[in-house]
């Protein structure tokens, strides 16, 4: 079955970029909608953003102007760059994907059936 | 952007109980896109339940969820030792996604 893993340094520095790639194995990128979310210690969780097969990304306002994420099908990973980070962004960083299917006229419209695979989870901590 | 609010925030229960979960929300959920999660420490969420109301596969039948709209609820008809975790209920009808601040499920 599908299975993801997130990988990255677990240690960034204040004001530096984080760079976190997901590798998607034991089934193909494609025709899913791939997610980027995150849970700081002890909180809930939140949703950074996402990113279609076809490359259209759809990002939470609170991280647009830090963050992107980027597909690279060739090697079956997605991945999360966030920018000028502080010490709030200390977190554990999860990839998903959002399961679901294409119908209508030419694929016209997607439905979407949940979050339903998850990777383990990267913890990254900010700090100098 | 849709604020989900879950109660209560902790649930005290014994096994073989039933529980209730609610989830509200500050604006109607677009076609329902309405999912549980079941989280136990140190692990990454699990779904149970999209679409308010269809069980994700491989998720026991005494897992269920309803409504629709701005309300909706997770019952767990009768409850196991391996129920007792947090669950979060997320909208994925209208950007930004969203999840409630979670439900804690303990042994009472």
């Known amino acids: 079955q599908v299975q993801l893993q997130e990988s990255g340094p677990g240690l960034v520095r204040p004001w530096e970029t984080l760079s976190l790639t997901c590798t998607v194995s034991?089934?193909?990128?494609?025709?899913?909608?791939w997610t980027w979310i995150r849970q700081p210690p002890g909180k809930g969780l939140e949703w950074i953003g996402n990113?279609?097969?076809?490359?259209?990304?759809n990002y939470n306002p609170s991280f647009k102007s830090r963050v992107i994420i980027s597909l690279d099908t060739s090697k079956d990973q997605f991945s999360l760059k966030l920018s000028s980070v502080t010490a709030a962004d200390t977190a554990v960083y999860y990839c998903?994907?959002?399961?679901?299917?294409?119908?209508?006229?030419?694929?016209?419209?997607?439905?979407?059936?949940?979050?339903?695979?998850w990777g383990l989870g990267t913890t990254v901590t900010v700090s100098s | 952007e849709i604020v989900l609010t879950q109660s209560p925030g902790t649930l005290s229960l014994s096994p073989g109980e039933r529980a209730t979960l609610s989830c509200r929300a500050t604006q109607s959920v677009s076609s329902n896109y309405l999912a549980w999660y079941q989280q136990k420490a140190g692990q990454a969420p699990r779904l149970l339940i999209y679409?308010?109301?269809s069980r994700a596969t491989g998720i026991p039948d005494r897992f269920s969820g309803s409504g629709s709209g701005t309300d909706f609820t997770l019952t767990i008809s009768r409850l196991e030792p391996e129920d007792f975790a947090v669950y979060y209920c997320?909208?994925?009808?209208?950007?930004?996604?969203?999840f409630g601040q979670g439900t804690k499920v303990e042994i009472k």
């Open positions: 679409g308010a109301s």
């Open positions: 997320q909208q994925y009808g209208s950007s930004p996604w969203t």
């Open positions: 998903a994907r959002m399961s679901g299917y294409t119908y209508g006229y030419a694929g016209a419209y997607y439905q979407y059936n949940g979050l339903d695979v």
């Open positions: 990113i279609y097969y076809s490359g259209t990304t």
């Open positions: 034991g089934g193909s990128i494609s025709s899913y909608y």
